[in-house]
């Protein structure tokens, strides 16, 4: 690692900014203000007020005993994300980045959403915040996803149905981008994971790192040591990176990333730029963006955070796919052996850390981060059963 020439912005070769000089102004902008801020101390308190009486922190590094008895092996305990209020990682980015747009003078919110999760954390912080939001949705995506519209609505955010293109995620970007562009002196674009051009990817892990902070203090102060392993899903890498954080350092924890098998980026992408960034991603013979397909919305993304890829091609974190049965019986098995329903997205860290506990003596400890709450995927796990 040490050969790495550290480049502002690069994690070895993957990162960096390759957009439109008008918009490499406004993230220069942006990186300054971050860098500015980020250590303030009158910043951190306010940062650690809101997560304390809005987002509900510190969460439990839960000891899952039955589940810990039923595999067989090492200790699993669960680093409870889903306790957070609106249930997922998400609403600690959220609240640091809008924290961050008042102190640049920020009136006005802009966020992109897929399946309307990063949306909806958006628009609550908005909310409570007292600033203008508006969320850009494919077109197609409002369809699918009506009741995250209502949601967003209800929480006082003006959704935006994006047309162009296919009408999907992608073409909500490129309608954020054009929206922050214009209007960049009031505006402030607010990404919800570890990817994009710099210095999105490393101001969302500055704000998702306290998952990590406090399961490493936590573990310290349950066994005395440090853990063998920390599990966490990725889509864009956001809670994998903040689950990760404060081990990195630690040769001794295996960090592991788990991937669906159906948007396997990690596991077979190649370097590429995508979203004006390089990182590695899923390509098809053409070198286009490959479509993707994930049972859990929030992981159905052709690329991945430029630190995760670095990690995977530096051999420091490892990454795997597990397949959609073993997330479904994941589901299925937290919920009755722990009365905890994970989110479809954490149930792919649940699956692939029953497979390693198995191998795992029993005085060994895993770290499953439980990114978020399985509520909003019930309905949908209830057809696909019943299929
Ligand atoms: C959005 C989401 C994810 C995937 O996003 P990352 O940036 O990879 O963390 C994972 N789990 C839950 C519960 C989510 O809402």
Avoid at 9 to 35: A, C, I, K, M, R
Avoid at 158 to 185: F, H, M, T, W
Avoid at 188 to 213: D, M, R, T
Avoid at 263 to 284: E, M, Y
């Amino acid at each position: 690692m040490s050969e790495v020439k550290e480049r502002e912005g690069y994690f070895g070769d993957f990162g960096g900014s390759f957009v439109p000089p008008e918009l490499q102004e406004v993230l220069d902008y942006l990186y300054e203000n971050f860098v500015r801020f980020k250590d303030d101390p009158q910043f951190k308190d306010e940062f650690n007020y809101y997560l304390k009486e809005y987002v509900g922190r510190e969460n439990p590094l839960t000891f899952a005993s039955r589940i810990t008895e039923a595999w067989g092996g090492a200790k699993v305990y669960l680093k409870r994300e889903d306790l957070n209020h609106t249930g997922a990682h998400k609403i600690n980015n959220v609240v640091g980045q809008i924290l961050l747009a008042k102190r640049m003078g920020a009136k006005r919110v802009i966020a992109e959403t897929g399946a309307g999760q990063h949306g909806v954390a958006t628009a609550t912080a908005c909310a409570m915040f007292n600033m203008e939001c508006i969320i850009y949705m494919g077109a197609e995506d409002t369809r699918r996803q009506a009741l995250n519209v209502f949601r967003m609505e209800l929480l006082g955010a003006k959704v935006v149905p994006v047309s162009s293109g296919q009408g999907r995620l992608k073409d909500a970007v490129d309608a954020a981008l054009n929206d922050l562009i214009e209007n960049y002196k009031t505006t402030f674009y607010l990404l919800g994971s570890a990817v994009g051009p710099h210095p999105f990817p490393s101001i969302v892990k500055h704000f998702q790192s306290i998952i990590s902070e406090e399961s490493k203090r936590q573990i310290l102060e349950k066994e005395g040591r440090l853990p063998d392993a920390v599990i966490a899903c990725t889509g864009g890498g956001s809670n994998a990176i903040g689950a990760f954080a404060h081990y990195v350092n630690e040769p001794s924890v295996r960090l592991i990333g788990v991937e669906p098998e159906l948007a396997p980026t990690l596991t077979q992408g190649v370097p590429s730029i995508i979203h004006g960034f390089k990182c590695l991603v899923l390509l098809d013979e053409e070198g286009n963006p490959k479509p993707t397909y994930s049972i859990a919305a929030g992981l159905d993304y052709p690329g991945i955070g430029p630190e995760h890829s670095y990690l995977k091609v530096s051999g420091r974190a490892e990454y795997v796919t597990v397949s959609n049965d073993e997330v479904l019986a994941a589901f299925q098995e937290l919920s009755a052996t722990e009365g905890i329903i994970p989110a479809l997205e954490s149930a792919h860290a649940v699956a692939y850390a029953k497979k390693l506990a198995a191998t795992m003596s029993k005085d060994q400890i895993i770290i499953i981060n439980l990114s978020g709450r399985g509520d909003k995927d019930v309905e949908q796990v209830f057809q696909m059963l019943k299929k």
